[in-house]
């Protein structure tokens, strides 16, 4: 897996750190997203999908390799 963030599209909700703290964290001046690790480990896979399903901005994209 492959992961992507916009991080112009993102809205600083943080569900995805929420989520998966391994693989996403957030700015400390404005809350935007940072990606930590573009291509996870596999038993971080289902916790990364389901970040990019609720991310409110559609702001992450996976690729399954």
């Known amino acids: ?11 600083a909700s943080g569900q995805c750190v929420l989520i998966a703290p391994e693989v ?8 935007m997203v940072v990606l930590l690790d573009e291509s996870p480990a ?8 389901e970040s990019a399903l609720v991310c409110p901005a559609a702001a992450i ?3 399954e390799s």
Do not use: I, S
């Open 42 to 49: 596999p038993e971080y896979a289902d916790r990364v999908r």
């Open 61 to 63: 994209t996976l690729t």
């Open 1 to 11: 897996m492959r992961v992507e963030v916009d991080v112009p599209k993102c809205v």
């Open 24 to 31: 996403f964290d957030q700015r400390d001046d404005d809350g």
